[in-house]
């Protein structure tokens, strides 16, 4: 099995929510399923987790960075591409703060129009919650260890 290196992105606003990118698949390997995913991507040829970080929040947000933090977590988990190509997923976690929920589709790809149906900004609350379908599975414990109050201040702000 191939090892698809990823770089994902928490990317948390001012109300400390997450924003997660619903993915909806028509008329893939994948078709028929939906899920809550962090932005981020596969690293291109040669490039760092950090500089793939850096480029996919460019590209599926319109955010530009000089830097992030961390990786604050990794992940290791076999999955099956919209291609239908069973990979290992290994994904590095970084944390972005934005000052506001701006967000822009400029620079999608025809892939990311088919499949990213929405942006959505959820609290820890909302995450604990949902009966959606949400990766990492982990997200809730992974952003209280990687971000301080994370937990805290999206409860009590609701």
Known sequence: ???RKAARLLVINPALEVLLFKFCHHDDALAGTS????????????????AA???ELREETGIHV???AGPVAERRVSLLLPSGEPV???????????????????EWTEHEKKVMAEPRWWSARELRNTQETVWPENLVQMLAEASSGFENRSVTSI
């Open 35 to 50: 899920h809550w995913a962090t932005p981020g991507g596969g690293l291109e040829e040669g490039e760092t987790f950090h």
């Open 88 to 106: 290992l997923a290994v994904e590095q976690y970084f944390v972005v703060h934005v000052p506001d929920n701006g967000l822009c589709r400029s």
């Open 1 to 3: 099995m191939r090892e």
């Open 66 to 68: 000089n830097e992030v």
């Open 53 to 55: 970080a850096i480029r």
